[in-house]
């Protein structure tokens, strides 16, 4: 089931009912004294009621200005998005949309968890003051039913004590307790959509595994939508249905977490996974992907990855590859390997992928080139 | 020292002792003794200037007469020089000081409160003071308290004006017999300053006298220049991995069970009840109103070439014991040896070359580079401090670093903040490398950096531990990454190791509840392998606050399955050897109920919402 990503629907034409969130080209740039970094660079994507979708990438690859962009919490300017840009959420086009109506959507329809939840709750108010004035705004409820609601929330993410909880202000928690707070909050409207930008990063493996278990079981009880931003594979291969990875700025591939992280089709997500340390890996060295990844000023003229791909070769650097379909339900790689011209090649770098996975050692020594600073 | 655990752990083999900060016993001793040397100087310095400038009568005699006191002072000098050594003459002077000072008291109490005591034997006696001390038989006592009549004399006498009559004078004239109030007076001014220096000074060395006599002395105590000969020095670090040596050359890895268990390998470090607690500070008197146990007596070894790992939950006391065990803040309790060496308590100066040897590198590459320093103080500070003084080849050393981690020579002129996270990190590494130590404790040095880069930083440190023979205490958070990484593995939980074993021991068959959650908690990258995690509740309780019994048991899994034992509320379980292999230990009492069927049940029957609290 990989019709996930939307064939180009034609501009303007609001896409199928079942799709809850439709992002179509979306460009969000950044005016900057150096220059303009293209932080988001054409991203598309969409996804259906109540499933899940991963964006996976390194730091700096546009995640999270994917996430701002779609809320409408940037500030423009530095940002500045695309006139051609389009987000379709529940079948309206958001981008567009006036500020006033914006709002009634941000927090009620649609809602945002971010990696560090002390910078987005307010310290100077109690947990249960957000949350219920979050209710109150949206839901035209009176103070007492929107305290209960809080309450209510907070119950739900299984946050024992909620009555005394609710009074508490958010310095006075652990990282865990803040984060399940957020998702309190996020979830007190009951949001069509929930974006997760690394929820767990900041925390321990036994906390994220509370978190994500309990992202989990809420999302199959509410039946929202998640769009879950992480950085490791690993949280993306538990968690979601489809994938979208990005590399400065571009979606390098996509299709469901099966096909991207089981046979993946872009040079990138075969070298993120081949750098994964595992047992059996043991006593030999890491498939490392060499090299940094580039400066947003100064990138690459055509494939973006060429200076790190262990497989490029001429075409690399002359035409810059697009989205080719690269299996038969419709999952797509940004790479010449999937193309007539690059055809040829496939089959040599898939062997070559397929040994990396097995053991590390038979790579160079010198794979960890540095990037000059 | 720490009480007898039974840890399965040989004694440390002791190579040598080194020369140790002395205890405050003997620290105090020695001030005493200074203190004596400078009231002598100082007496003799008034006598010179009162007999010159007053021109009074007697004051030349009265410098000559005091002798004794020059020999004191100079025995009261000699005698620290031996202490950092722990010299047992230095011990013996010091203990004659003691008691020529208080048989000196001894006698001149007698002199002053007997009548007729000086008369007798003093008669015509230009020194009564000595006179009397040789009647009674203690030659010696007598001289110092003579000596010290008159260095007392200035301190003890009202009128400061012609201080030294008074006293030497009087002495002189009552040789009738009959002693003068103001002698008498003078002479137990003098015997309470001299019990007041005496009696510190033998107490302080009757109670420390294990310093100098205890067994450990009878180890070879060595200087800062023997150990460095012993270990061949401080190593040029030469660019191998560089010039692209084979890729397939296998890492040192732990020496083999038989070679440990015959004790054909000794540990390179040994950690025995190692304990570091903080005091928790409170109210305006900042009084201390608690403790945090962040490492609370943990025994281990790492042999040389192993990669020794240290898993946990953050605030569970890795970084604390990190640091500990390098000594960068002194432990509570325990010890630490190192090649040999026990590191409590060494001389500084001592510490040196073992310092060199022993390095560490930080979770955060932004945080542990000053950003106003160029990369080549940044790794030649250590150069520095090293005794690398020569500028040239300070910058030599750093340039081989940065070049044997990756970077361009001409890199050392930069700023961190011109590097990317994992060129930082790199940084860290050649400041830690170009010491050419044999351990280096990785505090998740990996931690921060983004996967590709992480791979890129684990290859790194496993060329350089084939390279230049390393051997890791590696900490981290992350399962993986510790799977691939290490030999032995250690789990901390609040302050303790509750799970110890190697890899393939820890990762097949765990036999703490501990241990079991944190694996199953790892994100396998592999959508086939997706399964529902044992999820623990609650967070790590409070360091200050460790639960009773078993610190584990407000978060355990297995407590409550097996209906909530009270003997895990109230007795500290051990960390014992499981069947199979002595060296695979666990502290929990029911490590034996831990299947995989029991964790299976327990997944199949957990509230994954109802995690936040853990249990009580
Ligand atoms: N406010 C901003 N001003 C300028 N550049 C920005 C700003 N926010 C993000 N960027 C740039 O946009 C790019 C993508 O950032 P981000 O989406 O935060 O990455 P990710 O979340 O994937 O780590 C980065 O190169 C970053 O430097
Ligand atoms: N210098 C210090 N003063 C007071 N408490 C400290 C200090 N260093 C660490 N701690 C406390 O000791 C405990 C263990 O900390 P740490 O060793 O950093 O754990 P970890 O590295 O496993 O996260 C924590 O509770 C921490 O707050
Ligand atoms: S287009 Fe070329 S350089 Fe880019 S990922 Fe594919 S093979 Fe590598
Ligand atoms: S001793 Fe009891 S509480 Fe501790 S780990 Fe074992 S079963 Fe759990
Ligand atoms: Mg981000
Ligand atoms: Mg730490």
Redesign the pocket.
């Known amino acids: 089931m990989t019709e996930v990503i939307s064939a180009d629907a034609p501009r303007g034409a609001p896409p199928e009912r079942d799709i809850l969130l439709d992002v179509r080209n979306l460009k969000t740039y950044f005016k900057v004294l150096d220059g303009v970094v293209p932080a988001v660079d054409g991203v598309s994507f969409s996804l259906r009621r109540g499933q899940t979708l991963g964006i996976v990438g390194e730091s700096g690859s546009g995640k999270s200005v994917t996430a701002m962009t779609i809320m409408r919490l940037l500030d423009i300017p530095p940002a500045q998005i695309d006139p051609a840009s389009e987000v379709w959420f529940d079948g309206r086009e958001i981008l567009g949309l006036p500020m006033d109506q914006m709002r009634r959507i941000r927090g009620n329809e649609m809602a945002m968890i971010f990696q560090e939840p002390l910078t987005s709750l307010n310290p100077v108010f109690t947990v249960g003051d957000q949350i219920a004035e979050q209710v109150a705004l949206h839901k035209k409820v009176g103070k007492k039913a929107a305290w209960d609601r809080a309450i209510e929330s907070l119950t739900l993410v299984g946050i024992p004590n909620p009555e005394r909880r609710v009074k508490q202000y958010p310095h006075e928690m652990s990282g865990g307790m803040r984060q399940r707070v957020m998702i309190a909050m996020a979830l007190s409207c009951e949001p069509k959509l929930l974006i997760a930008d690394e929820p767990t990063t900041a925390l321990d493996v036994t906390i994220q595994a509370q978190i994500l278990e309990l992202l989990k079981t809420i999302q199959q009880r509410t039946d929202s939508a998640l769009v879950l931003i992480t950085h490791d594979l690993g949280v993306v291969a538990e968690m979601v249905d489809n994938v979208i990875v990005m590399y400065t700025g571009e979606v390098v591939e996509q299709g469901t977490v099966e096909e991207v992280l089981v046979e993946p089709r872009a040079p990138y997500t075969m070298g993120l996974l081949e750098s994964i340390p595992s047992v059996e890996k043991r006593g030999g060295r890491l498939s490392a992907i060499k090299g940094v990844v580039p400066s947003p000023f100064n990138l690459p003229p055509a494939c973006r990855f060429e200076p790190r791909c262990p497989y490029h070769w001429e075409r690399c650097r002359t035409v810059p590859p697009e989205l080719y379909l690269s299996g038969p339900s419709g999952r797509r790689a940004r790479c010449h390997l999937h193309t007539p011209e690059g055809a040829g090649r496939w089959p040599a770098a898939l062997e070559a992928h397929r040994r990396a996975l097995a053991t590390g050692r038979e790579l160079p020594v010198h794979d960890a080139t540095p990037g000059d600073a | 020292m720490s009480a007898t655990v039974d840890h399965g752990l040989a004694a440390p083999k002791i190579k040598g002792a080194l020369r140790q900060r002395p205890p405050r016993g003997i620290l105090r001793a020695r001030a005493i003794l200074y203190g004596i040397l400078a009231l002598v100087l100082v007496t003799v310095g008034l006598l010179l200037v009162v007999s010159v400038l007053f021109r009074v009568k007697g004051g030349v005699d009265l410098l000559v007469e005091i002798w004794p006191a020059y020999i004191v002072a100079a025995l009261a000098y000699i005698a620290p020089r031996g202490y950092r050594d722990r010299k047992l003459w230095a011990f013996g002077l010091s203990l004659v000081i003691g008691f020529v000072l208080v048989v000196g008291a001894v006698v001149m109490s007698y002199l002053a409160l007997v009548p007729g005591a000086m008369g007798g034997t003093a008669a015509g006696s230009a020194a009564p003071g000595a006179s009397g001390a040789a009647a009674s038989g203690a030659a010696a006592s007598g001289a110092a308290a003579t000596g010290a009549v008159a260095t007392a004399a200035p301190a003890g006498s009202a009128a400061a004006a012609s201080p030294l009559a008074s006293g030497a004078t009087g002495a002189a004239t009552t040789a009738s017999g009959t002693i003068d109030g103001n002698l008498a007076f003078g002479l137990i001014t003098l015997a309470l300053l001299f019990l007041a220096f005496g009696v510190p000074l033998l107490w302080g060395l009757i109670r420390e006298r294990s310093f100098f006599l205890a067994a450990e002395t009878r180890h070879p105590i060595k200087t800062a220049q023997e150990i460095e000969a012993e270990t061949g020095g401080f190593a040029e670090i030469t660019p191998v991995s560089a010039s692209g040596s084979g890729d397939t050359a296998p890492a040192l890895g732990l020496p083999s069970p038989v070679a440990i268990a015959t004790g054909a390998v000794d540990p390179l470090v040994s950690v025995r009840g190692l304990k570091k607690h903080f005091p928790i500070l409170g109210g305006i008197l900042r009084r201390r109103v608690g403790t945090i146990y962040a490492v609370d007596g943990v025994d281990f070894d790492v042999y040389p070439g192993e990669v020794f790992s240290v898993v946990g939950e953050s605030g569970c006391g890795k970084t604390t014991l990190g640091r500990t065990l390098l000594q960068l803040t002194p432990p509570t309790d325990g010890h630490v040896v190192f090649d040999g060496y026990e590191l409590a308590d060494v001389d500084p100066d001592d510490m040196r070359p073992l310092r060199r040897r022993m390095q560490i590198i930080f979770q955060d590459p932004f945080g542990s580079l000053n950003p106003r320093m160029p990369v080549s103080d940044i790794i030649g500070e250590g150069l520095l401090a090293q005794g690398v003084t020569n500028r040239k080849e300070r910058d030599k050393r750093t340039g081989d670093a940065l070049e044997v981690v990756g970077l361009r020579r001409d890199y050392s002129r930069r700023y961190p903040h011109e590097f990317s996270g994992g060129q930082r990190q790199r940084i860290g590494v050649a400041r830690a490398l170009a010491l050419s130590p044999d351990f280096i404790v990785c505090d998740e040095p990996v931690s921060a950096l983004d996967v590709s880069i992480q791979s890129q930083v684990l290859n790194l440190l496993l060329d350089l531990k084939r390279d230049f023979n390393l051997t890791y205490l590696f900490i981290s958070h992350n399962l993986s990454v510790v799977e691939y990484f290490s030999d032995r593995i250690a789990v901390m939980y609040l302050g303790k190791i509750v799970e110890i074993g190697t890899v393939d021991e820890l990762y097949r068959n765990p036999r703490?509840?501990?241990t079991v959650a944190l694996l199953s908690a790892i994100p396998i990258a592999d959508p086939r392998r997706r399964r529902s995690r044992l999820v623990l509740k609650g967070d790590v309780p409070s360091p200050a606050a460790p639960p009773s019994g078993?610190r584990?048991?407000t978060r355990?899994w297995?407590?409550e399955r097996?209906g909530n034992p009270e003997i895990?509320a109230t007795e500290d379980?051990a960390l014992r050897p499981m069947t199979g292999d002595a060296h695979h230990r666990a502290a929990?009492?029911?490590a034996e109920q831990i299947s995989e069927s029991a964790v299976a049940e327990t997944v199949e029957t957990q509230d994954v919402v109802e995690t936040a609290a853990a249990v009580e």
């Open positions: 703490h509840p501990y078993c584990f048991h355990c297995l407590r097996l895990c379980p929990c009492h029911f």
